[in-house]
């Protein structure tokens, strides 16, 4: 008979003792403990096992545990007496900065400091002996969600030193989700702030601790080590690029298929694998996420379950306030292709406004992009990756994101998508100066006013929603100038020409699941091909709006740009042609 899956459980010992649903993740307990690290900062993405992993180290290592490791009992650690005894023989702190999402610094400060605050409540009894001397627990009860940055840098080592003390035994300290303050830090903007608290506490806990014997920190991303890290050179890193404990994290092809065939889903393991695989580590490929895996065994029905889990504030924001070239690059990506790029393991959240490669850094350590083949650049001595999206369930995210960027003017928006297939330019003037007018503020990247932000950053955005909205009814393809400050986009209906091309293969079931595919289906088949040049008003060179918009059209007749579509067998007489000139928030189509 199946186990019945349990969701949402980080409490290992109470996965086992109900006999839920698991996979055994228990040697990752073996290689940390023989790989003889002082300190290990692994990062996965979210959801991928990490809190879960980092109960069973505890309740495998604790002294409070010493007498349930029958918990362990059915597995793999089981089986050598050495780890039989080591079980229970540790103190350990356990800790998680998950909750961590203030949008104040002084209100990120306090909930760290209660943390903490709350892990000595559980040692209350280090207060009743002879353990501590006086001048110590006067110390200790200063320990407040209210304490002195003294205090807080202070108070992981010092509470190494109390529970040493009373065990006779060097600590294991477990520090969870250690980034997530780091996050939204940046996102409300007191990343300094938090970094300067952050690290004397790093430094005191992790690196001048002569009480510690091991420690692991998780989280999402590796915050770059001038940030939080500065004095902590014994850190070892693994991350999603790293081949030590690739498979601890998430469930590999084998555990998955088993688990489908466990609960007599053999058929759909294609099924599976085209919207949850993907994930790479180091070197072992088709890990799969572990959280839709789950949801899927439960309900046998396909969605994009990890990709509901987080608002993705951070994401979308980095895309939608985006250069150029990062809106593009998306296109590219959106379209099934793959880009090479350098990789920076070390993620410097102040460089994201700044350093393209610092956000796809942060993308491929999130899990939105996979990494595929690599290579090292000779000239800069950089390693450079392949990256794509990393299956369908992230489209999907995407195409979610990018849809919320117009939700406010949805219904204009609509209209113009309307208008558009119509061949209305009236109405598309009309709902799309609507669109600009409402949206345009939300492109800019918040250093400086909206109203001098570079226009190409809304129509860029613009195109990525025209994207996402008509991929079910057109191959959409685009030819990028934009030094030259114009864009060209180029919408092939999909049915009209037998030999046609379509730029989404592969990617094509997950950008439809949206409220866009159903509304423009019925126009399958019907649908003339468009041709939209996008051209920035030069008052230098042009003195009207329609000056811009002529010169655009006058590019579509001299770069003959219909003849791929007349190539295909597509009628000039279904080929439309428009021009969109911008000027700041205004529009002119024609």
Not at 160 to 171: A, D, I, M, P
Not at 454 to 472: K, N, Q, S
Not at 477 to 503: Q, V
Request: include cysteine.
């Amino acid at each position: 008979m199946a186990r019945v899956v349990g969701l949402g459980h980080q409490d290992f010992g109470q996965l086992m003792k109900n006999n839920l649903f698991y996979i055994d993740k228990t040697r990752f307990i073996k290689e940390w403990w023989e790989a003889q690290d002082a300190v290990t900062l692994i990062t996965r993405p979210r959801r991928f096992g990490k809190t879960l992993n980092m109960s069973m180290v505890e309740q495998f290592f604790s002294v409070e545990y010493r007498e349930q490791g029958g918990i362990f009992g059915n597995l793999s650690i089981w089986r050598e007496e050495k780890y039989r005894r080591l079980q229970g023989t540790h103190p350990v702190i356990a800790l998680s900065f998950a909750e961590v999402k203030e949008v104040t610094f002084k209100d990120a400060r306090k909930k760290l400091c209660q943390i903490i605050a709350n892990l000595y409540n559980r040692y209350d009894f280090l207060l009743e002996g002879q353990c501590l001397n006086e001048n110590e627990k006067e110390a200790y009860r200063k320990v407040t969600d209210d304490m002195e940055n003294y205090m807080a840098s202070g108070s992981l080592k010092a509470l190494s030193g109390y529970l040493s003390r009373y065990y006779g035994k060097k600590v294991i300290i477990l520090l969870d989700e250690y980034d997530t303050p780091m996050q939204e830090a940046y996102v409300y903007g007191y990343w300094q702030e938090l970094a300067e608290f952050m690290r004397g506490m790093f430094n005191a806990a992790f690196k001048t601790n002569p009480y510690l014997e091991k420690a692991i920190m998780t989280g999402i991303t590796r915050v770059g080590k001038e940030s939080i890290f500065s004095d902590l050179n014994n850190l070892t890193v693994v991350t999603t690029v790293s081949d030590l404990y690739a498979d601890s994290f998430g469930f590999t092809e084998e555990e998955v298929f088993a688990a489908l065939d466990e609960y007599g889903m053999e058929d759909r393991k294609a099924l599976v694998k085209s919207w949850y695989d993907g994930f790479v580590f180091g070197n072992v490929r088709d890990i799969y996420n572990p959280w839709s895996v789950l949801n899927y065994l439960r309900t046998g029905k396909l969605s994009a379950y990890w990709a509901n889990t987080s608002s993705n504030s951070l994401v979308g924001k980095l895309i939608q306030e985006g250069s150029i070239d990062i809106k593009t690059t998306m296109e590219s990506l959106l379209e099934g292709n793959v880009f090479r790029t350098q990789i920076d393991e070390q993620i410097v959240f102040s460089q994201l406004d700044t350093d393209e490669s610092a956000v796809w850094s942060l993308f491929l350590a999130s899990g939105y992009l996979k990494a595929g083949e690599h290579r090292l650049n000779e000239e800069s001595g950089e390693e450079e990756y392949c990256l794509s999206l990393t299956n369908k369930e992230v489209q999907i995210m995407f195409n979610k994101i990018i849809r919320g960027w117009f939700a406010g003017t949805a219904s204009a928006y609509n209209d113009f998508v309307k208008a558009l297939l119509a061949g209305d330019t009236e109405a598309m003037n009309c709902y799309m100066n609507r669109v600009a007018l409402a949206t345009f503020s939300s492109f800019d990247t918040g250093k400086k006013p909206s109203e001098d932000a570079e226009p190409e950053r809304f129509y860029h955005g613009f195109v990525l929603g025209l994207m996402v909205e008509l991929r079910e009814e057109y191959s959409i393809t685009s030819n990028r100038e934009s030094g030259f400050r114009r864009y060209d986009i180029m919408l092939e209906p999909k049915g009209m020409a037998a030999g046609e091309c379509s730029a989404d293969a592969g990617n094509g079931q997950g950008a439809g699941n949206g409220q866009g595919a159903g509304r423009l289906n019925s126009m399958a088949g019907k649908n003339d091909a468009i041709i939209i040049e996008f051209k920035v008003h030069n008052s230098r060179s042009e003195k009207t709006m329609q000056d811009t918009v002529e010169a655009a059209l006058r590019q579509i007749e001299e770069r003959q740009y219909e003849t791929v579509l007349r190539e295909k067998g597509i009628p000039a007489d279904r080929i439309r042609k428009y021009g969109f000139a911008f000027c700041g928030k205004e529009v002119l189509i024609g």
